[in-house]
């Protein structure tokens, strides 16, 4: 029954609709409903991971989320599209055209809306049909290895990166892949929640305030003037970064000060270990064995608590260096965190004027995004497998994993 209503109420008109039109038009189109999404989207609600709050992200982060769904329908959507066709080579023909039409995209510099698109053609329920992808030409092929090289998290999306930073160079209209952006972020919030306790306590045990700590850090000219401008929004929202207390000339020569204190601590405590030694050595004079005996045990046990205490002076210095240290490279990575939301908000200026609305088909495709059901890609599998049916390689992995589940593996 679900078969009957999904191809029935959900199936598109591909003859009139999808393969009618140019794929130039549709990635514009597309890129149009993306670009809604993202020029929405507030420089504050992608602080502080206000999109995975539990109780208040829909508030917190509304934007955020919104573009997260848009994404995810647009997947599922493809793979409805083309799992609604009945016949083998329609299917084959909007398969071919989605990986055009994602190719459009990354020419044009939407590279949110490929990333979904590619993610559609690879859920499971589409990458099994074989009868649709093997009739696809030698061009096709081309487009879709480079369409997959490009979505590749081989060295943390390096092909990505690089390609997104040419059109940051070059000046062009571009959409971020947001979970990208997202997972930068992260990263950058997840290492700058710094142990302030830990940091706090090593401050105190080398005699120091909490607040010298803040005072002390450095970082480089670059990094001080990337973190001086401030970018804006659309809305008027400003992007603001914490920077430490003191960041002056006073505060690197401090820093250098507590270099060079703790150099002379280390020397420090090596000679006045060795002066023990010496000055047990220097006491030559031959009056009397047991006073050379009783000076040279004296001298040494002298000597080496002086030592002790040298280097255990040493040692809370050496803590409270590895504070600031540790603190100016969790400075650096929220620096890196702000310079995310600074392209964000730079590719937010530059608009894809070039692209021309087209109604009829951007109706089409917002309500085919809309209608796609996310959480039913069980149901996705099924109707792939009665469109297609499995081939022995298939039955052979599936009998293998009920296999497994009877036994009790959790597959």
Request: hydrophobic share 40%; net charge neutral; glycine share 6%.
């Amino acid at each position: 029954a679900f078969l009957k209503k999904f191809t029935a109420e959900k199936g598109p008109k591909p003859k009139s609709t999808f393969l009618v039109e140019e794929h130039m038009v549709l990635a514009e189109q597309l890129t149009l409903l993306a670009w809604e999404h993202f020029a929405a989207i507030r420089p504050r609600q992608l602080t502080q991971l206000r999109w995975m709050h539990a109780e208040a992200k829909w508030k917190l982060a509304p934007n955020v989320l919104a573009m997260i769904v848009h994404h995810n329908k647009t997947s599922f959507w493809v793979a409805e599209t083309i799992l609604a066709q009945k016949k083998n080579d329609v299917r084959a023909r909007v398969l071919k055209k989605f990986i055009k039409v994602a190719f459009e995209c990354m020419n044009i510099g939407n590279f949110d809306t490929t990333f979904a698109l590619v993610g559609g053609l690879s859920l499971p329920a589409v990458h099994r049909l074989k009868l649709a992808w093997q009739s696809m030409g030698p061009n096709t092929r081309v487009k879709w290895q480079k369409l997959q090289e490009l979505t590749s998290s081989v060295r943390n999306h390096m092909r990505y990166r690089r390609t997104f930073d040419q059109r940051v160079d070059d000046q062009q209209p571009r959409i971020p892949f947001l979970g990208i952006v997202l997972g930068d972020l992260a990263k950058a919030h997840a290492t700058h929640q710094l142990d302030r306790d830990q940091v706090g306590g090593a401050a105190e045990a080398a005699g120091l305030e909490r607040s010298s700590i803040a005072s002390t850090t450095s970082v480089s000219s670059q990094s001080q003037s990337r973190a001086s401008s401030t970018s804006s929004a659309a809305g008027g929202d400003e992007v603001k970064v914490v920077e430490p207390a003191s960041m002056t000339e006073s505060s690197v020569s401090s820093f250098s000060s507590v270099n060079t204190a703790a150099t002379s601590f280390k020397r420090g405590s090596r000679s006045t270990m060795t002066s023990g030694d010496d000055d047990g050595d220097a006491d030559g004079d031959t009056d009397d064995a047991n006073d050379n005996d009783g000076k040279q045990q004296q001298d040494e046990t002298t000597g080496a608590a002086g030592g002790d205490n040298a280097m255990s002076e040493y040692e809370r210095k050496r803590e409270w260096m590895n504070a600031v240290r540790s603190r100016t490279v969790n400075f650096n990575r929220y620096l890196g965190a702000y310079n995310v939301i600074r392209d964000v908000l730079d590719a937010q200026k530059l608009s894809f004027s070039s692209a021309k609305p087209k109604d009829s088909v951007m109706m089409w495709m917002r309500e085919g995004i809309l209608r796609a059901q996310v959480d039913e890609q069980h149901k996705l599998y099924e109707l792939s497998v009665n469109v297609e049916p499995p081939n022995r390689e298939e039955l052979e992995f599936q009998d293998i994993a009920a296999s497994l589940k009877s036994a009790g593996f959790a597959l």
